[in-house]
């Protein structure tokens, strides 16, 4: 269930429509994502190579928004970043996956943040009316 989970996100943020994050009414389901993102890192990838690779390519599209990395470790102790830089040592990790969650956490572990995701224009996203 988790893998496939993580399949569809990483689908579904792979055109890196990431500014659905922006807008409010999308405020829970953001909520939700950085719980689940959170449980993920805290608790299952250290058992599961899959999950761990898929969580890297999405963290590699989320990180591209502004909104996303300043809401992501508000944790007081940064508990999820110390658990991921803890991941970094994992037998299992490639040293490809390795070199990219460092990345990533340096990223993260700055504070300053970029929106680098190619804006899309917000007219083309919804349905027009009849």
């Known amino acids: 269930m988790i893998?496939?989970?993580?399949?569809?996100l990483n689908k579904l943020f792979s055109n890196e429509n990431l500014e659905i994050f922006e807008r409010r009414e999308n405020q829970t389901i953001f909520n939700?994502?950085?719980?689940?993102?959170?449980?993920?890192?805290?608790?299952?990838?250290?058992?599961?190579?899959?999950?761990?690779?898929?969580?890297?390519?999405?963290?590699?599209?989320?990180?591209?928004?502004?909104?996303?990395?300043?809401?992501?470790?508000?944790t007081p102790n940064k508990q999820v970043l110390s658990k991921l830089m803890m991941a970094t040592k994992y037998d299992f990790i490639s040293s490809q996956t390795r070199s990219r969650l460092i990345k990533i956490i340096s990223?993260?572990?700055?504070?300053?943040?970029?929106?680098?995701?190619?804006?899309?224009?917000?007219q083309k996203n919804y349905l027009p009316k009849d």
């Open 32 to 74: 939700l994502l950085v719980i689940m993102l959170h449980y993920w890192i805290t608790k299952v990838i250290q058992t599961d190579n899959f999950l761990l690779n898929a969580l890297t390519e999405l963290l590699e599209v989320l990180t591209k928004s502004v909104f996303f990395c300043k809401n992501f470790d508000k």
């Open 3 to 8: 893998h496939n989970v993580s399949v569809v």
């Open 107 to 122: 990223y993260l572990s700055k504070g300053v943040y970029h929106n680098t995701f190619k804006s899309k224009n917000p």
